[in-house]
């Protein structure tokens, strides 16, 4: 696996944009120099992420989420032992 990760990345299944083994090494997401740890979605060259809105969800059962643009910066978090 590479060390470079990729452009877009969703943590919803469904999505195109879904990588499981990403996922599971651990992603952190640095928004506009914040860490945020609650990102449904990120795209890196458009420059926003999708956070979700509290507990609201839709009518399918999925959350509703609004898109917030500004400089995305994910990395691999560090395990700690």
């Known amino acids: 696996m ?14 195109p944009h879904y990588d499981e083994a990403l996922l599971q090494r651990g992603i952190g997401i640095r928004f506009d120099g914040q860490e945020k740890t609650n990102v449904e979605e990120y795209c890196v060259s458009e420059g926003w992420i999708r956070v979700a809105v509290g507990k609201t969800v839709d009518r399918k059962g999925n959350p509703l989420t609004i898109k917030l643009k500004g400089t995305v910066e994910p990395f691999f978090e560090t395990k700690k032992p």
């Open 2 to 15: 590479t060390d470079t990760l990729p452009d877009r990345l969703s943590t919803n299944p469904k999505s």
